[in-house]
């Protein structure tokens, strides 16, 4: 069992930058892949980006390609999201999840831990 605490969201101006991080409990953050998703009200939930249990691999969604960063920390049990170049429809709550196997990364259904959210805001 793994439980997830996402931090670090808030309001920022277009162009500007957050990073979220992701605290994860347990021994065995190291065996999961990570991944961030979001979701605005009334959409489905869509995927930003993963990062597999060595680091060795990383997937990004076109849409945040070249402006946001996965990275992950085993020793601390976190994940991060550096966001860089934040656009107005970047803004929604987002979420980290972590799964078994570097398979299916972009979609939702097939990651087994959730954290509870932080929201982005991105004014214009």
């Known amino acids: 069992q793994v439980q997830l605490v996402e931090s670090g969201g808030g309001v920022v101006q277009a162009g500007g930058s957050l990073r979220l991080s992701c605290a994860a409990s347990g021994r065995t953050f190291s065996s999961y892949v990570m991944g961030w998703f979001r979701q605005a009200p009334g959409k489905e939930r869509e995927f930003v980006a993963a990062?597999?249990?060595?680091?060795?691999?990383?997937y990004y969604a076109d849409s945040v390609k070249g402006r946001f960063t996965i990275s992950r920390d085993n020793a601390k049990n976190t994940v991060y999201l550096q966001m860089n170049s934040l656009k107005p429809e970047d803004t929604t709550l987002y979420y980290c999840?972590?799964?078994?196997?570097?398979?299916?990364?972009?979609?939702?259904?097939?990651?087994?831990?959730w954290g509870q959210g932080t929201q982005v805001t991105v004014s214009s």
């Open positions: 990062k597999s249990r060595s680091a060795g691999s990383t």
């Open positions: 999840a972590g799964k078994g196997a570097w398979i299916a990364i972009t979609t939702s259904s097939s990651y087994d831990y």
